[in-house]
């Protein structure tokens, strides 16, 4: 597997009534190789017009999490994206400290932002799985933007 990427396959799931989002296949902590990183920042979860999850940008993450994901190398339009292969991928913008995850390509049509307690699950040095879950004050008063 690429550093920074997770399989194509890897399984997606958004419950919005629990406010949680789980990308890949989480890892049991205490295998040989896999590391568990934690920490809280902002979300911005960005939705097509149908409310299928499109891309997820993590701010500000740790040092761990930075090191393991390649840098963008082209400017970053996933928010307006007609991109047209299939596959994720995640990026890291060296100065904002952003990682963006690219799940699927597409229009984007609005966007949930808000705090959120993070988890990605490291295997041998590469991300191997997400799982994010919002603040309820966050989810509740959450901006949408792109709605009009």
């Known amino acids: 597997m ?4 997770v399989a194509v396959t890897a399984p997606v799931h958004w419950a919005p009534q629990e406010r949680s ?3 890949g296949e989480p ?24 409310g299928r999850l499109m891309s997820v940008d993590l701010n500000d993450v740790p040092d761990e999490l ?3 994901v390649p840098r963008a190398l082209r400017p970053r339009y996933s928010w307006n994206s007609t991109e047209r292969d299939s596959g994720s991928s ?19 049509h609005h966007r949930l932002i808000g705090a959120a307690d993070v988890r990605v699950w490291l295997r041998d040095g590469a991300v191997a799985a997400l799982r994010l879950v919002l603040d309820e004050e966050s989810a509740a008063g959450a901006r949408t933007d792109g709605q009009g």
């Open 2 to 5: 690429v550093a920074g990427s």
């Open 21 to 23: 989002l789980v990308v």
């Open 27 to 50: 890892c049991d902590e205490h295998a040989d190789g896999v590391t568990l990183l934690s920490f809280r920042g902002q979300v911005w979860l960005t939705f097509d017009s149908d």
């Open 66 to 68: 930075a090191v393991v």
């Open 90 to 108: 995640w990026l890291l913008d060296t100065d904002s400290g952003w990682v963006w995850i690219r799940l699927t390509s597409g229009m984007a």
